[in-house]
């Protein structure tokens, strides 16, 4: 019999072991609370500006003279599931912050495994869905790049330029299930930030730094963020990639990436304090649903619970 | 192959040089090796003109003193890109002292889930992931684990060096490398970035991996790739993806098949590694810049 332990937890807890040698205090735990509006959206084809503009009200974000960065997902194109962030919901963010008096509004993306970003693009329906899509584009795969000191325990770690630059970056993930953290949402879609170009495909320096580590840790470093999760449909299962489409019927938004995360698991029937990147981000926003200001629909009523993969240790709340 | 096609992509390349010599990822961009290095290879056939030497000077002195190349002038880190320098050389017959420490720096480095105690690690793991860590392939960056796309490329870069390097750890991690792609082939025949399964369920084939993936086990005796390259050729029928089409046009024709034109009507794009890769994978054009001294198509 082979022992029961993965190498993805082994390898944090020894790096956990040698941290405690060192151990830096303990993060204070957020305090405040942060607004979630959760919407209904039946399909792609409501109005969806309006939806956007509806949501960024109820959460109270200034978008005025902003570069916005619109990030969406997009990883890999099956005609058969539902992987990336639907281009609908894409355009109509495109329209809506422009509505709004934005600077300037890209839409950026760095895929974790394929090269040809503008291919992938093309099948996922953007050239098509996104007009001047090429104009409005950037591979963060391949844009220049700064360096970054003191990022997650490496000594320089470069981004892309479009995103350094960005005023507010606009996390725009599908809701999915993930077979290794459990779920991916608007946090662990900052992967996408990372440039290919240097960390390559797949990047695999985030996988040794670890997968929870790093999402908190491009989240710790990229602040000025927003949430517009795409739950319309979604996916559970072997997510992120082999799964089944999950239709969830809702938007989510907010300014506190945690808190949207937090209130996302509760809605797919996963309880937010099983997932360890959450639990690792106590200092960055609210998990506790006395935290969060709830706007829009309660929660609860929209509750749709996603399959989780069957190896997953997590288990439905 | 109609002027009509190659001549807008050398056109489009010639023009969006940038002052330093190198060329960006796109048009206005900062020069990066990746691309620089397929242009100057898209551009071979000038490589007596001041622009093209203003480049391979510019490509040239991004070597660091450990052998490595660092992807730009931005970023000190060594990179797998390495492998691209090291075959420009070899298209160039320049087998200087850059070029064999540049070769050293190839042999010395290897993915880190090959190390022992990674090694170890791996024999914890419940849901293993199949692959023989003792062969060893190429990673992205020094430190990170071994996947296709570098180890290909590195295994083409090592193949056109061998008739000037008499080092038996060049034929010794030839025939790894060689042997951690086969290991990493997908049930479909095919290859993607370096996972045939994950967590027990298959993973599919990539068009572009697994052009490069076959470019990589040319010259390789040992090994049928028959299916393969029956897959490539799938691939390249169903594939609309300009970037993906390009590779397995640059991979197929170095195995000798014969593949229709592009048609002359589509234009060049404003990304520049697409427009050499589509320069590089005309009939006449470039494939042989990827294939081994000696090997035949």
New interface residues.
């Given amino acids: 019999m082979?022992?029961?332990?993965?190498?993805r937890a082994?390898?944090p807890a020894a790096a956990a072991a040698l941290a405690s040698c060192q151990k830096s205090p303990e993060p204070i735990p957020f305090a405040g609370t942060s607004p979630v509006a959760v919407l209904k959206a039946k399909n792609y084809q409501e109005d969806l500006v309006t939806h956007i503009l509806t949501g960024i009200r109820l959460c109270g974000l200034q978008v005025k003279d902003k570069r916005v960065v619109l990030k969406p997902n997009l990883v890999e194109f099956d005609a058969a599931t539902s992987i990336n962030t639907d281009v609908a919901l894409v355009a109509a963010a495109l329209h809506a912050f422009r509505s709004l008096g934005a600077a300037s509004v890209t839409i950026a993306e760095g895929p974790g495994?394929?090269?040809?970003t503008?291919?992938?693009a093309?099948?996922a329906g953007y050239w098509k869905g996104v007009k001047d899509f090429?104009d409005n584009f950037v591979?963060l795969n391949?844009?220049?790049?700064?360096?970054i000191k003191n990022f997650a325990g490496q000594a320089q770690f470069?981004f892309p330029n479009t995103v350094l630059a960005a005023d507010l970056i606009v996390s725009m993930p599908k809701m999915k299930t993930h077979?290794w953290a459990g779920a991916t949402l608007s946090m662990k879609n900052f992967f996408g930030l990372v440039p290919g170009?240097?960390?390559?495909?797949?990047k695999?320096?985030l996988h040794?730094i670890g997968i929870p580590e790093s999402i908190v840790a491009l989240n710790r470093q990229f602040r000025r963020t927003f949430a517009i999760v795409d739950g319309i449909v979604g996916m559970e299962g072997?997510g992120p990639i082999?799964g089944t489409p999950k239709k969830a019927g809702v938007l989510v938004f907010g300014k506190d990436l945690v808190a949207v995360d937090a209130t996302c698991c509760r809605i797919m029937g996963i309880d937010p304090a099983k997932i360890e990147y959450l639990n690792m981000a106590v200092d960055l926003g609210a998990t506790n649903p006395a935290q969060i200001q709830q706007r829009g629909e309660n929660a609860a009523a929209v509750r749709t619970n996603f399959q989780l993969?069957p190896?997953s240790t997590l288990r439905l709340a | 192959m109609p002027e009509g096609y190659l001549r807008p992509r050398l056109d489009a390349l010639r023009r969006h040089q940038n002052p330093d010599g190198g060329w960006?990822?796109?048009p206005g961009?900062?020069s990066?090796l990746?691309p620089t290095a397929y242009a100057l290879l898209a551009l071979q056939s000038e490589s007596g003109s001041p622009a093209w030497q203003k480049g391979w000077r510019l490509l040239r002195s991004w070597q660091r003193d450990d052998g490595a190349w660092q992807?730009n002038g931005?970023?000190p880190?060594a990179?797998?890109s390495t492998a691209l320098a090291i075959t420009l050389h070899c298209a160039n017959n320049i087998h200087d002292a850059a070029f064999s420490k540049g070769v050293d720096w190839m042999l010395a480095t290897s993915g880190?889930e090959t190390r022992l105690f990674n090694r170890l690690?791996?024999m914890?793991?419940?849901?293993p992931t199949g692959h023989d860590l003792k062969l060893q392939g190429w990673?992205?960056?020094p430190?990170?684990?071994a996947?296709i796309?570098?180890t290909a490329h590195t295994l083409v870069a090592l193949k056109k060096a061998a008739k000037q390097v008499r080092n038996s750890e060049l034929s010794r991690r030839i025939v790894l490398g060689e042997g951690m792609i086969l290991g990493r082939r997908c049930s479909d025949g095919g290859w993607?970035?370096g996972a045939k399964a994950?967590?027990g369920?298959e993973?599919p084939s990539?068009p572009?991996t697994t052009a490069l993936a076959l470019l990589g086990l040319q010259g390789s005796r040992e090994v049928d790739l028959t299916a393969a390259l029956r897959q490539a050729h799938h691939l390249w029928q169903d594939s609309?993806?300009?970037?993906?089409r390009a590779w397995l046009a640059i991979s197929l024709r170095s195995f000798g098949s014969v593949l229709p034109e592009e048609p002359e009507s589509q234009p060049p794009?404003?990304?520049l590694i697409l427009t050499a890769l589509e320069a590089l994978a005309t009939p006449e054009g470039g494939h042989r810049y990827f294939r081994p001294d000696g090997v035949a198509a």
Avoid: M
């Avoid at chain 2, 914890?124 to 849901?127: N, V």
């Avoid at chain 2, 609309?240 to 993906?244: A, I």
């Fill in positions: 082979k022992p029961c332990i993965t190498r082994l390898l495994h394929r090269r040809d503008f291919g992938l093309d099948e090429e591979d391949r844009d220049d790049v700064s360096p470069f077979h170009a240097i960390y390559g495909w797949p695999n320096t040794q072997n082999q993969f190896d | 960006g990822y796109f961009k900062r990066w990746e992807p931005h970023v880190e990179h797998w880190a690690f791996a914890l793991d419940k849901s990673p992205w960056r430190n990170a684990t996947w796309e570098p993607n970035y994950a967590l369920i993973l990539y572009e609309r993806s300009r970037w993906s794009t404003h990304d």
